[in-house]
C-alpha cells in the first residue's frame, strides 16, 4: 500500500511539473525568469487539483483498482482530469480562450495519460518481481 501512494505521489509531482512547464510555455513567461513563472504555474496547477478535489478522486481510484489491466487507471486518471479541468475552468468564468483550452486539455490529457501509465507499468513490473509464479 506505502509503494501504491509513493507511485500516486510521484506520479501527481510529475503530472504538476509537465502542466507548470505546459503553462509557461503556452501562456507566456518572462524570458529572464523562467523558473519564477513555471514555479507560480505548477503552484496554481496544485493549489487547483487541490480545490476540485483532483487529488482525493485519483488517489481513491489508483488505491481501488489494484491488479488490472494496464491501461484502466491510465484512462480514469485522464478521464478525471479532463472533467476536474473543466470543474477548475468553469468554476474561473472561463479563464482560458479556447484555443488554449483545447490545447490545455489535450496536451494536460497526454501528459496525465503517460505519467499514470509510466507509474502502473512500475507497480505491475514490482509485483510481479516480487511474485514471480503470480500473472501480472
Known amino acids: 500500500m506505502i509503494k501504491r501512494l509513493l507511485?500516486?505521489?510521484?506520479?501527481?509531482?510529475?503530472?504538476?511539473?509537465?502542466?507548470?512547464?505546459?503553462?509557461?510555455?503556452?501562456?507566456?513567461?518572462?524570458?529572464?525568469?523562467?523558473?519564477?513563472?513555471?514555479?507560480?504555474?505548477?503552484?496554481?496547477?496544485a493549489l487547483l487539483f487541490f480545490s476540485t478535489g483532483y487529488f482525493l478522486t485519483t488517489l481513491v481510484v489508483r488505491g481501488v483498482l489494484k491488479r488490472?489491466?494496464?491501461?484502466?487507471?491510465?484512462?480514469?486518471?485522464?478521464?478525471?482530469?479532463?472533467?476536474?479541468?473543466?470543474i477548475m475552468n468553469v468554476s474561473l468564468g472561463g479563464a482560458f480562450a479556447p484555443p488554449d483550452r483545447l490545447r490545455i486539455l489535450v496536451a494536460g490529457a497526454c501528459i496525465?495519460?503517460?505519467?499514470?501509465?509510466?507509474?502502473?507499468?512500475?507497480?505491475?513490473?514490482?509485483?510481479?518481481?516480487?511474485?514471480?509464479?503470480r500473472s501480472a
Open 68 to 86: 488490472q489491466a494496464l491501461w484502466i487507471y491510465p484512462a480514469i486518471a485522464t478521464g478525471l482530469f479532463l472533467i476536474h479541468f473543466e
Open 112 to 133: 496525465v495519460l503517460a505519467c499514470t501509465f509510466a507509474g502502473t507499468w512500475f507497480l505491475r513490473k514490482t509485483a510481479t518481481a516480487a511474485h514471480p509464479l
Open 7 to 45: 507511485v500516486w505521489l510521484i506520479e501527481m509531482v510529475s503530472e504538476i511539473l509537465l502542466l507548470g512547464i505546459l503553462l509557461t510555455v503556452l501562456l507566456g513567461h518572462d524570458p529572464g525568469s523562467f523558473l519564477k513563472d513555471l514555479s507560480i504555474y505548477s503552484s496554481g496547477t
